[in-house]
């Protein structure tokens, strides 16, 4: 199976929603691979959308998107959205740069550099912006696939769940994780913020204020209003969704999907917080060692490894019925159309 | 029966989508009572997606938007919403003041004062993203009804039907309906584009681009994207988009619900109008002349008359089962927590 464990659910009306997000953080030299420059991240999560709906990104000149020239997520997640035809809605959480494509717009700020202590000023009205969003979604659909695409996010995970108690090791983009940069800008922003590991444990979204991102309190507060079934698609950011859902003390049916690229990141300890946390996951395997281009061969070196929920629309592709051989060809097809060469 | 014909559908995911835009047009002095003054109706689609989400217009300080004081149509449509517990999505087709509550972005420009003969140059574009979100709504939903709050939007809907060669008598947010600035309005900017009375009824999104308003074009787009069964909340308004739509040749289960203040509004033609174009009309009545509240009754005397897609969230309110009764009762608590004394 290329999905572990098999999804079992028929749901009627899937849906697919990709949370976009900046954050100052991304800006630091070093943070993410998520933009050729950390400036140009700011561009990033608007071209995932605009990949994600029309096959190309219309923001920037250059769909690769990783110094290293690996192709964004976004093509995984485009490629499961064409086989399954689930429909996939945009929430803008707090952009620099807003998408030339359709989407939801929370009406909120991007966030800050978490090493300044305060990152997300309307954390709790994003959340609760979200949640009544999420009430009018529940009413139609059944399963709701959460993605995200929010760069420099595994450094303001880092910040969150440690702000909450949790040894959470939070991978990266890159396939040498840049784990001495990522713990001095959060142990920057908790000390600006005077905050000490685990004493917001009781306070996720003033966790998220000071050393998170939009995206997590739009997350969680979806997760909130849906009530409905929910999988949270990402790596170790939406593993520090769970750990604010958790801490809020909210009873929902929510799981996480991600890559095994994720899941298997020994720089990381994702299935270690699942299990700690309690939720169920899903980790799913694209095959990318089998293909014919190197773009994707990239992925098995751990270069890009997740976002914009493309484990969970290789999730939603195993669910209706295809194969990791058609998931992978698909995937082709579309990041042929966008490096024909490479 | 308050809604005629009744409406005998039991859609399992209703859904109710209100298209928000502003057009240059409406700061004519004289063309549209929806806000105090002219420059005031930029506000007003903000305003009224406000109220119907939260009960409040964050974005202006009073309420009541009629120079008369007759409160805004929204005022309904949140009475409605609240009875009947539909999710109820905002669309900006072009804003230039954004609500404060979530809402779904085309990211297109406002509208042009159609006297410059040039009105809508992204006309293509909206209707193409809109249809876009019309097809992944239509996997959500079965029923969808749209309205509109687009002040100054009567004399765009004069404009574009002139240009497609309809005899439209529209009608008005005031009691006394301005037809001769309307019919100057109107003049004005066919004479600056060259236009006669028909020559584009052949091209219907050529007439938007000249003298409709980005409304238009996203309605249109959104019915044809959505397939599924649409009715068009709205007046006159919404007639200009039946024409578009029959004149683009589109096939589709569409209809028009309305309320009973525009469709006995003598100086339209409104049941004219639906018999030439051949689609099926709903005519809700609130029964406002029993109402407690003078603001209320002022809808008897022609005051408002329609908008914020009002005639059809009474269709969904009947739909549902609720009597007349019941939501005029609805409508008063709503109206009276903005207006406590009159």
Redesign the interface.
């Known amino acids: 199976m290329w999905v572990e464990p098999y999804p079992e659910f028929s749901p009627e009306?899937p849906?697919f929603i990709c949370i976009l997000a900046n954050t100052g953080t991304a800006r630091i030299p070093g943070i993410s691979a998520a933009g050729k420059t950390p400036e140009l991240t700011d561009y990033t999560p608007a071209a995932d959308a605009e990949l994600v709906?029309t096959g190309k990104a219309i923001s920037i000149t250059e769909p690769a998107m990783c110094p290293s020239g690996a192709p964004t997520p976004a093509v995984l997640t485009r490629a499961s959205m064409l086989l399954t035809?689930?429909?996939?809605?945009f929430i803008?959480a707090g952009l620099n740069v807003?998408?030339?494509?359709?989407?939801?717009?929370?009406?909120a700020h991007p966030g800050g550099d978490i090493r300044n202590g305060h990152a997300v000023e309307d954390a709790g009205d994003i959340y609760k912006?979200?949640a009544?969003?999420g009430?009018?979604?529940s009413?139609?659909?059944d399963l709701v696939i959460i993605g995200e695409s929010v760069p420099g996010g595994t450094t303001t995970a880092l910040g969150v769940m440690r702000a909450m108690g949790y040894n959470g090791m939070v991978s990266s983009s890159f396939p040498d994780n840049p784990q001495e940069i990522k713990d001095r800008v959060v142990s920057e922003g908790m000390k600006r913020a005077h905050l000490s590991f685990g004493c917001l444990k009781d306070d996720p979204l003033c966790a998220v204020g000071h050393l998170g991102d939009p995206m997590m309190a739009a997350a969680a507060g979806l997760v909130d209003g849906l009530g409905t079934k929910t999988i949270l698609a990402g790596g170790t950011q939406m593993v520090s969704v769970l750990c604010i859902i958790k801490n809020l003390g909210l009873k929902r049916d929510v799981s996480i999907a991600t890559t095994c690229y994720v899941a298997d990141d020994k720089s990381a300890n994702f299935r270690e917080m699942i299990e700690v946390l309690g939720f169920q996951a899903f980790i799913a395997d694209p095959g990318f060692g089998n293909s014919r281009f190197k773009g994707l061969r990239m992925y098995e070196r751990g270069e890009v490894k997740e976002g914009v929920g493309a484990g969970g629309a290789m999730l939603a592709a195993a669910m209706m019925g295809f194969s990791q051989k058609e998931f992978r060809e698909r995937t082709e097809e579309v990041y042929g159309s966008l490096f024909p060469i490479s």
């Open positions: 009306k849906l709906e035809e689930i429909p996939c809605l803008s807003r998408p030339k494509v359709p989407f939801f717009d929370l009406n912006k979200s009544a969003l009430k009018k979604l009413k139609l659909s």
